[in-house]
């Protein structure tokens, strides 16, 4: 059936040998890059947004909405921590949007979009996007939970095998891009770019931040900033300090006109605006 609740999961990941620290705890924009993901999951799926992390392992600042669940045995790749993850939303969801945490590019249109591709027919949606597949930017339903955990038991540690024993849809860049949302906001899938390399971390972080559209409201706008204008900004925080506003409790954020937030890591993307409001009364 059509899923009628989705989850977000994002595998953390432990540490890497070739960024010689977890790619979760990696700075983003004066975030993190675990702290993005999440972010932007919670922005795209109605259910719960779990993070699965290897046993005990450190992670940085996460809000309180976002779960956290040890993967029970290490080392056994994807298979076992999507297995985990499915298994701890599927009492509050039918499926799943799951991702790893290096891909500082997602869009919620991109993760939107996967998800409506996982029609009745289905049990998994594995794009093939950029010329390779992409399993770790993919939607599963939650019922593959035990699936994944006996191939994780059995040693079957290759996510090629689920895609041969499960109902998968595959879709290339043209089926992504017929949603007019996501050719509009990412043409060029980069939702899917992971950062494996030094040189891959320091040439996406030195790209410049999303453009968002930003406007000041009520008492704020009476300090001669009363149009919208277009700021670089991949936080909130970030957004603020462009128009010289402090985040403190005299200020709110509407996101795209429903989000009401101060929380200055919450995430940009392309295509946002954001409304900034006295929070003080009569503002």
Known sequence: MTPTRIAGIVLAGGRSSRMGQPKATLEWHGSTLLRRTTG????????????????????????????????????????????????????????????????????????????????AGSDAVLPHARGHRQPLAAAYRAGLAPVLAQMAADRQL???????????????????????????????????????EPDDYRAARARPAPEITVQRYGALASRGHRGPGTVAAATLGAAAAAVELPLDRHVVAALNGDQITRDPETPLVAGDSVAFLSADAGG
């Open 40 to 119: 932007l999951l919670a922005r795209a799926v109605d259910g719960p947004v779990v993070v699965v992390r290897a046993p005990g392992q450190p992670l940085p600042p996460l809000p309180d909405a976002v779960a956290v669940v040890d993967d029970p045995v290490e080392g056994l790749g994807p298979v076992q921590g999507i297995a985990t993850g499915l298994a701890a939303v599927a009492d509050r969801a039918d499926a799943a949007f799951v991702c790893s945490t290096d891909l500082p590019f997602l869009h919620p249109a991109y993760v939107r979009r996967v998800l409506r591709l996982l029609d």
């Open 158 to 196: 290759k996510l090629g095998q689920l895609f041969e024993r499960c109902p998968t849809r595959r879709a290339d860049d043209a089926d992504l891009l017929a949603d007019a949302h996501l050719r509009a906001l990412d043409p060029e899938l980069e939702s899917v770019v992971n950062v494996n």
